[in-house]
């Protein structure tokens, strides 16, 4: 698709590594499926990869759990 960022670019498929804190948890995702603008740089997820983000980081929000590592090649949580 067109990047809607610069306007310029065509995403291409790449992979990335996102990692945020939710009530205290943190999430480490590792190879995501994006796609990369080669001009810009924005990453852009799709739906179900954001579908999928939000599910494991709901499920994973228990007390005791302070780091999540998650890796989309693996599809389970190592750590
Ligand atoms: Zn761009």
Known sequence: MK???CNEGQT??????IAFE???V???FRHVPVMT???CGE???SEEIQDRLTDITNRCLQPGLSINVYDFNQGLIIA
Not at 12 to 17: A, E, G
């Open 26 to 28: 943190a999430f480490l």
């Open 22 to 24: 939710k009530k205290g």
């Open 12 to 17: 291409i498929d790449s992979v990335t590594t």
């Open 3 to 5: 990047c809607i960022q």
């Open 43 to 45: 990453e852009y997820l």
């Open 37 to 39: 603008c080669p001009v």
